[in-house]
Every structure is written in structure tokens, then in C-alpha cells.
């Protein structure tokens, strides 16, 4: 059988290009979604209209049970879970004096809670079978902060310290974590950046250009297809931040 891929936040920007280009190349993809119903929907309709069938799953997984729901839905019908894309999330720009506790407490439900559930629950059956991938879609603020996003920024850095940690603990039953930290990706949670602010973007980028959600994928393929990458924090951002 098809390896069988578990995509978080599925039905738009990375998530979504990284579950139609999976699905294409032939892994049996489940991508989640919450409340982006419509856009799901397309997702599995244009797959379908290429002759390929995917899982849209609606799911709140910041909440334990609706996690449990997802989890054994994919073990009732495939009996494994090979690999984990945790990519749902949220963003928000706000001084750091005008986050309330509902934004502190939303972002982190959202960012962090999610995959630590999702993990948490999967992780169980990659055990069972002594083999697994775990992918955490971070972000280039999770390793430098942004200034107006602290709360964003923290739930990055969580996600990455969640990786080193697990890829320690979880190396043993050849399990590998890893984080991909993207920089100025070009989707829609980037719509609110002003044409001057994508200016000055690309003017400290080394490549001068915006990053596409296929760099994305193309990071998560090589990520799913390595066997000796574990506990990393790998930054597609055209140089923007070399470490």
C-alpha cells in the first residue's frame, strides 16, 4: 500500500500544495481542514477530475477529541499512519502591548496545541511499526522572533523545540522530526503585507525574490524521501536569514 500522509490545514496556501503535489505522486493523503470547507472541496475535486481520490477531513485539531476523531478515522480505513504534516495554524500582527489573553491563548491553541495533539495521538501507531516522519511547518520568526508578532513567534519557537526534543526521544524507533521554517512565502497569510513591505523584503533577500508554497513541498518531499535528516530546523527564505 501507498504510504498514507496526514496533512494538517490542507485546503489553502502550503498545506494545500503540499497535499495536491503528495497526492499526485501517489501517497493516499487525508488533508484537514476546519473551516475552509469550499476550498477543501476544490482540493479533492480537481485531484479526483486527474483520477486521484483523497480524505477531506474537517477538524478543529487545536481540541484533543476532534484529533482523536481524525486519528482513528485514518487508522479504521488504512491501519497506519506513515507520515505527519503538522501545517495548520494561524498568524496575526499586533503590538505586543495590545495582545489580549483570547489572541495569546488562540494562537498557541492553533500553532502549538495542534501538533502537539496531532504528534501525540499518531505518533502511538508510527511506534507500533518502528517507522515514521514527522514534518512541523515553523517559521523563520520561530528562529529570529518578529518584531509586533510575539505571540506568533513564540509559538514557532515551541513547535521548533518540540522537534529537537521529539526527534531525541523518538529516534530509537526510527522515527525522524523535523521543522520546515519558511521565510516570505507568497500565499494568502502574507496578503496583508503592503507592496513597500515586500519591497524591503526582497531587498535584504540574497535570491530577490518571494518564496512559492512548491519550495515548500519540494523541502517536504526530500524531508519524506532522507533517512538519516533528524531534529532539524530547515529554513527555505532565499537567504534572508543564514545561519
Not at 209 to 223: A, E, M, S, Y
Request: glycine letters at 8%.
Amino acid at each position: 500500500m501507498s504510504k498514507v500522509v496526514i496533512v494538517t490545514g490542507a485546503s489553502r496556501g502550503i498545506g494545500r500544495n503540499i497535499a495536491y503535489n503528495l497526492a499526485l505522486s501517489g501517497y493516499k493523503i487525508i488533508a484537514n481542514y476546519n473551516k475552509s470547507e469550499l476550498e477543501a472541496i476544490k482540493l479533492q475535486e480537481e485531484l479526483k477530475r486527474q483520477g486521484v481520490e483523497i480524505d477531506i477531513i474537517k477538524a478543529d485539531v487545536s481540541k484533543r477529541n476532534k484529533v482523536i476523531e481524525l486519528v482513528n478515522f485514518v487508522i479504521q480505513k488504512y491501519n497506519k499512519i506513515d507520515i505527519l504534516i503538522n501545517n495548520a495554524g494561524i498568524a496575526q500582527a499586533k503590538l505586543f502591548t495590545d495582545i489580549t489573553d483570547e489572541d495569546f491563548e488562540s494562537m498557541l491553541k492553533n500553532n502549538l496545541y495542534s501538533a502537539f495533539f496531532m504528534t501525540q495521538e499518531t505518533v502511538k501507531y508510527m511506534i507500533k511499526e518502528h517507522s515514521g516522519c514527522i514534518i512541523n511547518l515553523s517559521s523563520i520568526y520561530g528562529m529570529t522572533g518578529g518584531s509586533c508578532e510575539v505571540h506568533y513567534s513564540m509559538s514557532k519557537a515551541g513547535i521548533d523545540g518540540m522537534t529537537k526534543a521529539l526527534a531525541k526521544e523518538l529516534g530509537p524507533s526510527n522515527i525522524r522530526v523535523n521543522s520546515i521554517a519558511p521565510g516570505a512565502i507568497d500565499t494568502e497569510m502574507n496578503n496583508d503585507l503592503g507592496e513597500d513591505e515586500w519591497k524591503q523584503i526582497l531587498e535584504e533577500t540574497p535570491l530577490m525574490k518571494k518564496g512559492q508554497p512548491i519550495d515548500i513541498t519540494r523541502c517536504v518531499n526530500w524531508l519524506i524521501e532522507d533517512q538519516f535528516t533528524t531534529g532539524q530546523i530547515i529554513s527555505p527564505n532565499g537567504g534572508l536569514v543564514i545561519t
